[in-house]
């Protein structure tokens, strides 16, 4: 494809740009990205039919709701879809004029170093946000609004699953321009997204752990005074001690990874 073509299909549809070099998880981005994009139009439908009922003295609070659901969901799914497409805004002043092997490094970069973390520690607040939701079965503060709220919040929380996905699956696509992507690379390249996950594996298995292991009278907000959530002090500096053992263990994990990719990096 001509890059005048490539320019004409990024009108229309930028799924499409690259789509050789695209792996299993690329596709499925673009494809829900694809299905998502149709709730603009319900979404302009609902806000001509709002203002339409509101200046006519008719208005509708679930129609109010019903908008952020649509903008919030295909927004979030967007995100992840320019991630897959490289359509997002980006400053290009010097950018351009690098080489493609540094244009694919500061790419890297900023997915797995920058963007990755971000997007996890979305993950997580959200996660909480969206347990508290439904064990609450939030509801609208409208009597006529649009309930089952937690669905919602349920589904922000999915996004930023599929932002990951999309995040990591373009990383992986493009270390495989600078070397054999095995997956010990892959870890040790995205050093800081690797440590984040596997620092929230084993902060949650402590936490459960603990949980499981004191007594019914310790509030949940109260296990992380246990000794094991404390911290290590270093001068003035307090380093948690679940920050130590995710730093020894994802070098152990990738350590672990690398004697068993050894076949593979022929």
Known sequence: MSE???????????????????????????????????????????ICAQVVLRSSGHNQAWLDDLQWWLYGIAVLTGVAYAVTTNSHVRVDILFDNYSKARQTRIDI???????????????????????????AWERSDSPNGLHNLWIL??????????????????????????????RWKRLLYAFPST????????YYALWWFTRMTVSEEVADRAIVKEPIFGAWELGSQEIP??????????????????????????
């Open 109 to 135: 970069f900023g997915l797995v170093w920058l963007f990755l973390p971000f997007v996890i520690l979305c993950w997580d607040m959200t996660l909480h946000y969206a347990i508290s939701s439904v064990s």
């Open 153 to 182: 919040k349920v589904l922000m929380n999915l996004c930023f699953v599929l932002m990951a996905a999309a995040a990591w699956a373009a990383y992986v696509r493009m270390l495989g321009r600078l070397t054999r992507p095995v």
């Open 4 to 46: 005048q073509q490539e320019t004409v299909v990024a009108l229309y549809d930028p799924g499409e740009i690259g789509r050789k070099e695209h792996n299993r998880a690329d596709r499925f981005v673009v494809g829900v990205g694809n299905v998502v994009a149709w709730l603009f139009p319900i979404l302009m439908v609902a």
């Open 241 to 266: 001690y679940t920050i130590l053992i995710t730093f020894v263990a994802t070098l152990a994990l990738i350590g672990l990874v690398r004697l068993m990719d050894r076949g593979e990096e022929v």
């Open 195 to 202: 440590m984040y996950a596997v620092n929230l594996v084993i």
